[in-house]
């Protein structure tokens, strides 16, 4: 249990001053990433995308924590070197510090880009943990659709209009794929859900191997709703089911939080402009569809969990 | 407004000799709207402080104190997740703040 009061005494690894967007949901992820590792010492890799761009604008840097940039589609692989070096160090008594490695990519260079090299540095079992923060597009080079976004979403790779109604597939499970890595430690989180964020993370951490996090980061340019509402974003993606909060630990799928009343997917969607060609009278069917396949995977996960 | 490095001030090689000194650089002035903080309405429940973006609510000896709004981007995120009634947290335009 977070004990937020507590939490605020530490020192961050991420300062303000850095230029996200304003009402921008990635950092504060990577602030509630940053509380759960509390004193941890850490090094952190960071793959090409917003955050990586706008957090270490020369001559400026928001990290306090050593940190390294390599390219867009191996933060993993750099990650797995660096923290192979460290092992190698340790071996040969040259450091007795004991240090954690987290890595930070947003969907583009984990689902996509990066994929080849997370999952490569998952199957060799390095010590680290990889955070996706989720946005569900290519959003720092304007919006562009990935293998995250949302089907029927609009975005400037994959225009609503007569043609398609947005993008047409269904997005990528790449948790459910990160689990088949059979690697220790695997979840999904949303920031409106602080605590089990927070939790979720320190069990990351401290595992012994390869974890990964998932972690819906809206974006309100590429999403189209007002910045103040960031974090009900989540908190409804989370309440809707599209984002079902949950971990697999060793192999075991486990529902961290299961909403009282599962909401009706419109509710998410409709504050979103990148949905809005869904609420007219030749869509209605597609919206129906997009509710099925959500009931569908929901209940899915209910089954691996063991819920029914 | 933030101050920025002349060239004879910009570190050579492209050294960054001050981990997180992105703290010295102000976003403040990107702001449209500012929250204002009722001190009295305030339950110190720390929810502004863990949704904030750019880790702009100052906190001492675990207690809300205030806003930094030097950082402050006007997102807004933590007047909507003020769960105090009536809130603690209220979003008005920069115009009428007579800051300007």
Known sequence: MANLKQLSQQEEFFTPGHRMCAGCVAPVVVRQVSMAAGDTPVVIANATGCLE???TIFPYTAWR???IHNAFENASATLSGVETAYRALKKQGKIDKKVKFIAFGGDGG????GFQSLSGAMERGHDIVYICYDNGAYMNTGIQRSSATPQFADTTTSPAGSVIPGKIQWRKDLTAIMAAHNVPYVAQVAPSHFNDLITKVQKAIAVDGPAFINAMAPCPRGWRYDTREGIEMTRLAVET????LYEVEDGQWKLTYKPREKKPLTEWIKKQGRFRHLFTDENKELLEQFQQRVD????????????? | MSNLLTWKEVPKGAFLEKPGNAADYETGDWRSIKPVWIAENCIQCFRCWVYCPDAAIMTKDKKMIGIDYKHCKGCGICANECPAK???LEMINESDSGDN
Do not use: F, H, Q
Request: proline share 10%; aromatic share 16%.
């Open chain 1, 65 to 67: 924590a050593p940190w």
């Open chain 2, 86 to 88: 009536p809130k603690a």
């Open chain 1, 110 to 113: 984990t689902y996509d880009i």
């Open chain 1, 296 to 308: 569908e995977e929901w209940e899915k996960l209910l089954r691996r969990c063991g819920e029914m």
């Open chain 1, 241 to 244: 089911c599209y984002w079902p």
């Open chain 1, 53 to 55: 761009v706008a957090s």
